[in-house]
């Protein structure tokens, strides 16, 4: 695996040997430099590390530009939410959207962390993108959540919280059980669970997480950043306040 390598290095050495034009090598000379560039990097594996670290630095680079491009090209529909479904203030300064599934151990955990930017941020905007990721009870949950939306959008804020505090498994009967405590029957929602307006919702959510290249749950997209994780509302909140202070989450 490693004498292609061995060959590119042993041609990069080679040709900053010589004073003239590239010159070609024949099979004897390249089995010569080979033995001495593998001499070396036996001696000196450390190379190898340090150019694996570097392509690697590279590549994260390049992902993270690419990342940041398509948060700035959908930013509509990264920040778009029917009307009266987003939370906090509909007009506020910063929006924060969170992806996230109702079965996530660490969604539901850092459901305290959006109360407290909630409470405090009098000028945040909030917007949640369904994500079902943890398999078939997520997605019902998902469905009926997103039908709950269509039916009382004032509410949904509520009933996200609510279902999200459940202890244990999330799926559709207990969906329909929280929607009813909310005050819409199960048979209100039942005609809209694969309606177009929730396949539209589940749609983008879902084209949006693999634009952004989403892999987990709770993940936010705050400015022009996408922050993985239940970082704690500390995190947020510093980089609400960049957004406000630079027009980037990180100043």
């Known amino acids: 695996m490693f004498r292609p390598l061995l060959r590119s290095l042993a041609l990069v050495l080679g040709l900053a040997t010589l004073a003239g034009p590239a ?15 593998r001499d070396y990097l036996v001696r000196n594996p450390e190379v190898l590390l340090e150019a694996l670290e570097a392509l690697e630095t590279k590549r994260a680079a390049s992902a993270e530009a690419e990342r940041r491009q398509t948060i700035e090209t959908a930013r509509s529909q990264i920040q778009g939410t029917p009307e009266g479904t987003a939370l906090g203030n509909p007009d506020g300064d910063v929006t924060i959207t969170e992806f996230f599934d109702y079965n996530c151990g660490y969604c539901k955990r850092a459901a305290s962390d959006m109360a407290v930017l909630l409470e405090t941020d009098p000028n945040l905007r909030v917007v949640l993108k369904e994500i079902p990721v943890l398999g078939p009870p997520s997605e019902a949950a998902a469905r009926v959540s997103l039908a709950f939306r269509e039916v009382a959008p004032e509410r949904y804020g509520v009933f996200q919280k609510a279902l999200l505090a459940t202890r244990g498994p999330v799926d559709e009967a207990r969906a329909f059980a929280v929607a009813a405590e909310n005050g819409v029957e199960a ?25 952004l290249g989403i892999n987990g749950t709770p993940s936010y997209v705050v400015g022009d950043e996408l ?25």
Request: proline share 2%; net charge neutral; with cysteine.
């Open 23 to 37: 010159k070609a090598f024949d099979e004897a000379q390249t089995r010569d430099i080979e033995a001495i560039v």
């Open 227 to 251: 922050v993985a994780g239940a970082v704690g509302a500390d995190v947020l909140a510093q980089k609400v306040a960049n957004v406000r202070a630079c027009g980037k989450a990180t100043c």
């Open 187 to 211: 048979e209100r929602l039942r005609p809209l669970l694969q309606g177009a307006a929730v396949q539209a919702a589940l749609s983008e959510s879902g084209s949006l997480s693999m634009a």
